[in-house]
């Protein structure tokens, strides 16, 4: 399943959050992050179960607050020292990385592709108003979250990413291909990496 980045945004759907573009800053950013990941989920929850597994959308969702929970845990100090709008925009940014990740790989049984994609080109609606600076600190921070990925699935993920969603033109990123491309959760992810 691809990403189209030259697909609009189906008749009627509109994310709620993309209203809130207008000053730039990484709390307006966070804030966008998190109002794609929220509304992308609520759409998927309308969806036939025959469509979209309710037992999948679970899942992903019981994992995107494991991983919020764990990235404020590690934010924290920097929470206390009063860099909460750096914060929020990387703990909202790795949300929309797995979102994005696990539409973009998952299983056809647990959504439909059609669904899917919808789901995904939704998603992005909001990078077309983004400003400049906004488009180019919104790539600064998936940078950094790819270079700091050490699982390789992610990592290739985080590096498509803002090519998929219209934040760079030009030609496609040569990103290093993974064994395995599939999502992986957090909790999977980190028990690796424990035992390394």
């Known amino acids: 399943m ?3 980045r030259s697909s609009c945004p189906p008749d009627g759907m509109r994310l709620a959050g993309s209203a809130i573009v207008g000053t730039d800053g990484d709390a307006v950013l966070a804030g966008l992050l998190r109002g794609v990941v929220a509304d992308s989920l609520a759409w998927l929850g309308e969806y036939p179960e025959d469509q979209v597994d309710a037992g999948a ?3 992903i969702r019981q994992s995107l607050d494991w991983l919020s ?3 404020q845990a590690r934010q924290g100090d920097r929470l ?3 860099v909460m709008d750096e914060t929020a925009l990387k703990v909202s940014a790795e949300l929309f990385v797995d979102l994005s990740w696990w539409l973009d790989t998952c299983p056809d049984e647990e959504v439909e592709p059609n669904a899917a994609v919808s789901v995904l080109e939704n998603g992005t609606t909001f990078t077309y108003e983004l400003s400049d600076q906004q488009r180019g600190r919104l790539v600064e921070v998936l940078g950094e979250i790819g270079a700091a990925e050490r699982h390789e699935g992610r990592r290739h993920a985080v590096c ?3 090519f998929a969603i219209g934040l760079v033109d030009g030609e496609e990123p040569e ?3 993974p064994v395995a491309r599939e999502w992986v ?8 990496q ?3």
């Open 57 to 59: 959308l679970a899942a």
């Open 185 to 192: 959760r957090l909790e999977d992810r980190a028990d690796d």
């Open 69 to 71: 929970q764990q990235l």
């Open 80 to 82: 206390e020292s009063g």
């Open 2 to 4: 691809q990403w189209n």
């Open 160 to 162: 498509r990413l803002p």
């Open 175 to 177: 990103c290093e291909m």
């Open 194 to 196: 424990a035992k390394i």
